[in-house]
């Protein structure tokens, strides 16, 4: 097992460094400079003030000189200065981390909580009104703007009703709360975005582990086990779900870009400073050192929640984590 | 096509696709008022009967709007999907046909790929190289041709070990022959799925880089951006939120009921229910 992980381990480094690669490339070979917001709009700066802030920059080397630099100093988790106020990037991303975390991870034990027993109750029962009722609503998951249900929720729980705050992390006294009325106070900023984020990826896992589940439940062992004689209960949640649940783990992996990358409309929407926001911010201002970090963190963050879920399936499928060929199964590339 | 129009649901989706093809088309014609034509006499009016569905901050009337924002959200959602389609249409019909070191490459890549924070990096590349709709739809297509290429290679995989691939080689067809005539026109039918699904994706991404305002920018209608002047007033005038984003919600709906109901017809083996 250890010796799977560790070559997983292995196997990520070169796509982290492709990540990297593509993301250097492409940012910096887009025309204009960085330098052109704090020169162009100021005619004082002479031609030679701008060519040594692009020296202080790095810009003035060729794009691979760029990237290999960049790339040592990576090493070190040194993202360089921010364009914008001059702050260590590895810091200004570092405080904003736990927050998107919290809400990631708070969505993503909202997807599994719910997603997976909608889906095997929609397969197990077919074609009952709980298996209509949840496949309208996978469409609906699959087809609302997240930004749009944002703004209804606000409206309708923030404006109308008036019990959900609709900005920010924390109220103005925050400060004289106790730890328990911290927590709650917490919970009631995050409870629309969290539910929100989770509400399209639900959808996704609840449709995969239909189908997953219904596929298995067909399946001779199922049969076997039925035949000799388990409850029904105990063929479904002990030997159909286990089974069932390998696929949906590898499209819960999947899923982790889009719940990173839709962290920016959702910190955008509420005013969440977490790193989405910041991300956007960035970009606003051209900041090619913060942007580079955030990707970054953000693909390390993604292969994390890949690894996780490799890790997951070999232990929900033993065979998996043996060399290939030992296992009789040859490993899917 | 017969069993599209039994497929009840599909067909109503594909009529109504239809309908708002038709409504980017003829979009002088159907709308009432110039999209950009500012009106300060009737400033935030709610639906009535000269504005069905109200007027937003400058007078300007949201039903006009929509409409024509059809013409850029879906044709932002055809192109962008086109290009997907190309590339990994070529990526996949290669990474099948060769197999060994160029198809582990490819497949290497795809990887890569699959695990960007696509939207960081659509967000970066439109903001800095300038916001424009050229620019969005190339964008959209480059980093959403990963599950065609996919498809269509595990489908040239089996193809390729067939009997008329063996006969077309032995007659001396090249590869690209074989790989243009034979193979890709063989392993469409499942990319035809995933196209339709991904116009919806395509349009839902456009939408959120424009509600942004890094997408489509003013005064140019899209779907998207009149949603972010509706952010704005959100709790005074709720028909400049709600109109525009009942048309992205059923517009993307269509098409991924649309899309459902051809892999049912396509591929009656893994219909589910």
């Not at chain 1, 390998?246 to 870009?257: E, F, R």
Request: charged share 15%; with cysteine; aromatic share 10%.
């Amino acid at each position: 097992m250890i010796q799977y992980i560790i070559r997983r381990m292995l196997g990520l480094v070169p796509v982290f460094f492709g990540i990297t690669l593509i993301s250097f490339f492409v940012i910096h070979l887009a025309p204009g400079k960085p330098t052109d917001i704090q020169t162009s709009l100021n005619p004082k700066v002479s031609y030679e003030a701008r060519l040594r802030l692009e020296k202080l920059y790095g810009l003035d080397k060729p794009i691979h000189i760029q990237y290999i630099n960049w790339l040592n100093r990576f090493i070190t988790f040194d993202f360089g200065r921010s364009y914008v106020d001059d702050r260590l990037v590895w810091k200004k991303i570092r405080e904003r981390i736990p927050i998107t975390l919290l809400i990631n991870i708070s969505s993503l034990i909202l997807i599994l909580g719910i997603g997976i027993p909608l889906g095997v109750i929609s397969a197990v029962k077919r074609k009952s009104i709980m298996d209509r009722l949840t496949t309208i609503f996978v469409f609906i998951g699959f087809s609302i703007p997240e930004f749009w249900l944002s703004l209804l929720l606000m409206s309708l729980f923030g404006i109308s009703l008036g019990i959900l705050p609709i900005s920010g992390i924390k109220s103005l006294d925050f400060e004289y709360f106790s730890l328990l009325g911290k927590i709650f106070d917490i919970t009631k900023h995050l409870i629309l975005p969290v539910s929100i984020a989770a509400f399209g990826s639900l959808a996704g896992i609840s449709r995969y582990m239909r189908s997953s589940m219904i596929g298995i439940i067909r399946q001779d062992f199922i049969r076997t086990a039925r035949a000799k004689g388990l409850k029904e209960a105990e063929v479904i949640y002990k030997h159909a779900l286990k089974n069932a649940l390998l696929p949906v783990i590898t499209i819960l992996g999947l899923s982790i870009p889009g719940l990173i990358g839709g962290s920016v409309i959702f910190e955008s929407i509420f005013a969440i400073p977490g790193m989405g926001r910041l991300f956007y911010e960035s970009v606003m201002a051209r900041d090619y050192p913060t942007i580079m970090g955030i990707l970054s963190i953000g693909a390390m963050l993604t292969l994390v929640g890949n690894l996780l879920a490799d890790i997951a399936y070999s232990y929900a499928d033993p065979r998996i984590s043996l060399p290939a060929g030992q296992a009789g199964v040859t490993k899917e590339t | 096509m017969k069993d599209l129009i039994k497929n009840k649901i599909a067909f109503a989706s594909f009529v109504f696709i239809i309908v708002i093809i038709i409504f980017a088309i003829f979009a002088p014609f159907i709308a009432m008022y110039d999209p950009t034509a500012i009106d300060d006499q009737s400033l935030l009016t709610p639906p009535s009967k000269y504005h069905i569905f109200g007027t937003d901050t400058l007078g300007r009337d949201i039903f006009s709007r929509i409409v024509y924002g059809s013409r850029i959200s879906l044709s932002i959602g055809f192109i962008a999907v086109g290009i997907a389609v190309l590339i990994g249409i070529f990526f996949g019909s290669i990474a099948g046909y060769y197999d060994g070191r160029i198809d582990s490459v490819i497949m290497r890549f795809v990887d890569i790929m699959l695990c960007f924070p696509t939207f960081f990096l659509i967000l970066a590349v439109v903001a800095i190289l300038e916001p424009s709709i050229f620019n969005i739809m190339v964008v959209i297509g480059a980093t959403s041709w990963m599950g065609v290429a996919r498809l269509v290679r595990a489908e040239v995989l089996s193809l390729k070990e067939r009997d008329y691939v063996a006969a077309s080689r032995v007659m001396g067809a090249s590869d690209g022959w074989i790989i243009l005539k034979h193979l890709i026109p063989n392993a469409i039918g499942p990319v035809l799925v995933s196209t339709t699904l991904g116009i919806g994706g395509a349009i839902l991404v456009e939408s959120a880089l424009s509600f942004l305002g890094i997408g489509v920018q003013p005064p140019t209608p899209s779907w998207g951006n009149i949603l972010m002047d509706g952010k704005s007033t959100l709790g005074v005038a709720w028909w400049l939120t709600v109109f525009p984003g009942i048309f992205i919600l059923l517009t993307v709906l269509a098409y991924n009921l649309l899309g459902e109901g051809l892999r049912d017809i396509l591929e009656p083996r893994l219909k589910n229910d």
